[in-house]
Nanobody
């Protein structure tokens, strides 16, 4: 098992920035993917961005050019730098860790963007 601890959510005005962090308690496999998903009120959870241990990234079209995902492999940590935030970015952001058969989620951190 891997525990994921997220931090960095909060309230910000439109156009502002936030940085999310997620630390995994351990590395299960050398090949793994960490990333962020979000769920807005009344909507399904959706992909925001992911990054493999090899450095490949995948972004939702809605955040390309505004959000940047990065990882510190030594610390088993993934970050999400969110710039030019919009009210539609509001939601609960969940960290995800996938390695082999394991697919784990953090408890979620709230991001609220006011207009």
């Amino acid at each position: 098992q891997v525990q994921l601890v997220e931090s960095g959510g909060g309230l910000v005005q439109a156009g502002g920035s936030l940085r999310l962090s997620c630390a995994a308690s351990r590395k299960m496999f050398s090949v793994n993917t960490m990333g962020w998903y979000r769920q807005a009120p009344g909507k399904e959870r959706e992909l925001v961005a992911t990054m493999t241990s090899g450095g490949s990234t995948n972004y939702a079209d809605s955040v390309k050019g505004r959000f940047t995902i990065s990882r510190d492999l030594a610390k088993n940590t993934v970050y999400l730098q969110m710039n030019s935030l919009k009210p539609e970015d509001t939601g609960v952001y969940y960290c995800n860790y996938r390695a082999g058969p394991f697919n784990g989620w953090g408890q979620g951190t709230h991001v609220t963007v006011s207009s």
